[in-house]
């Protein structure tokens, strides 16, 4: 393995809960741009900052590089059919049916629920006081989710969803869980009463939601996502299950969700530090151009990825860098660092979307939604709906920083968020 950090497997852990990108960048200065991190029941990372060597991984073969190990963390949340937890022919059977109401064109279908909801939420915002943005983005990806993915509209099922999705989530994003998780396991987190209490609630609602939608007589019109899926098939012609139905649902929330609004937070917190980047969006997007609000969606997650690295860990051993990798390691593509790379990104710190004005971003210098078979399946979905939600809030409010100070970033789970919640004051 490459060499790291000589620090003891429970400490490196424990820093990685913490303060991952310090982790990162220290041994990136020491060790260079390929080195081993030792997490407690995850095992060795041979971390890489090398767009060349993240090609290799990214392209290599996906029955070698197991993304759906990597993310075994998630499985007790997420269900055995998850197409994050899967590998090889069982993921790409899953990936195959989720495919289709992702894609581009698609997004225009939900681009005006979208606007709906995320200006309705923005008029009800206080003026003329301090207020935290990213608890209203989770609000907005939140209902977005529930009325695109699953295809919930305005009623009591909606609410009750609504407050049960909200527990199971805070479940997934609480940053003092992440520590037991990762010491104790996936498969001890599920029987923790904890756990039950708050996942039983959202399978119930969602196992009606699912029998109710199959009877539905104009399921074949409809629109959103959950919708598609029961009309999917398998390659044999055969329907996706309850279960399945139920995994990939949770999967797409919980993928979805505090991901989304999580860059949201970053976008604003980000333009409000820069007001004339700010000014020249807004006068952008009034005019109807799109451009610079493309360029400040991507330049923020290169400079603030939601997710510092991905995982694939080794069915067999593999020669990368140098080095004979041995199988059962994980190599981790890592975002944070090839992002703030000078010789792909000069002055990596400065917040500029006018880099991306002109040049469009890398397949693998700007890897924000990872790579490969494994990319996200909502990155288009995602840009989608931030430049939607980017556009009503700009034309709609000023906006200014609480505190001219930039916001760290915390980690939370597995996002880096804002550490003061985006507090901005608007007018
Ligand atoms: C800004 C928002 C988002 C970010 C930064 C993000 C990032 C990521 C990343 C880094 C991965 C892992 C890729 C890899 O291992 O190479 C991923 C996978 C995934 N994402 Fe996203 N995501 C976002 C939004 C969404 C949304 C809105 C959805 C769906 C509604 C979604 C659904 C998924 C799914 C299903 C996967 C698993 C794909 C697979 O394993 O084949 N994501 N995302």
Redesign the pocket.
């Known amino acids: 393995m490459p060499p790291g950090p000589r620090m003891p497997r429970g400490l490196q852990t424990a820093i990685w809960s913490r303060q991952a990108q310090w982790l990162l960048q220290e041994s990136r200065a020491r060790f260079g741009r390929m080195f081993t991190i030792k997490m407690a029941y995850e095992g060795d990372w041979a971390v890489l900052s090398d767009p060349e060597l993240v090609k290799q991984v ?1 392209t290599g073969d996906p029955c070698v590089f197991h ?2 190990e ?2 075994q963390i998630l499985r007790p949340f997420l269900g055995d059919n ?3 937890v ?1 590998d090889e022919k069982k ?1 790409i059977a ?2 195959k049916l ?1 495919l289709p109401p ?1 894609h581009g064109e698609r997004m225009q279908a939900y681009g005006e629920k979208m606007s709906e909801i995320a200006g309705r939420e923005i008029e009800s915002w206080p003026t003329g006081t301090p207020y935290k943005l990213r608890p209203r983005m989770q609000a907005i ?1 939140l209902e977005i ?1 529930i009325e695109t ?1 699953f295809g919930v509209h305005a009623g009591e099922r909606m609410d009750a969803l609504r407050s049960a999705l909200r527990d199971f989530l805070d479940l997934t994003t609480n940053p003092r869980l992440l520590l037991p998780a990762l010491t104790i396991g996936p498969d001890r987190m599920t029987r923790t009463r904890a756990f039950r209490r708050r996942v039983e609630p959202v399978d119930k609602l969602i196992s009606e939601e699912i029998a109710d939608r199959r009877a539905a007589e104009d399921l074949a019109e409809r629109e959103d ?1 959950l919708s598609m899926l029961l009309l999917a098939r398998h390659e044999d012609g055969s329907p996706m299950s309850d279960a399945e139905v139920r995994d ?1 649902l949770l ?3 919980v ?3 505090e ?2 609004a ?3 937070s970053w976008a604003m917190e980000r333009l409000t530090r820069h007001p004339e980047k700010l000014e020249r969006l807004r006068a952008e997007v009034e005019a109807g151009e799109e451009a610079y609000l493309t360029a400040t969606i991507q330049e923020t ?1 290169r400079l603030r ?3 510092v690295v ?3 860990r080794l069915t067999e051993p593999v020669e990368l860098g140098g080095y004979e990798l041995p199988a059962g390691v994980s190599v981790a ?1 890592c ?1 944070h660092l090839i992002h703030r790379d000078p010789q792909i990104y000069p002055e990596p710190e400065r917040f500029l979307p006018e880099r991306f004005l002109d040049d469009p971003p890398g397949t693998y210098t700007w ?13 288009a ?3 989608f ?2 430049a939607v939600v980017l556009r009503e809030l700009v034309r709609r409010r000023q906006v200014q920083p609480a505190d001219p100070a930039p916001e760290r970033p915390f980690r939370r789970a597995i ?1 880096e968020t804002p550490r003061h919640d985006a507090t901005v004051v608007l007018s």
């Open positions: 990214f993304a759906g990597g993310n998850s197409v994050l899967l993921h899953q990936r989720l992702f990806t989710i993915v996502v990939e999967t797409l929330l993928a979805g969700h991901t989304t999580t860059a949201l997650l990825p939601v997710i991905v995982l694939r593509p975002i890897i924000p939604f990872g790579g490969g078979v494994r990319r996200c399946l909502g990155a979905f995602a840009q709906e931030m996002t």
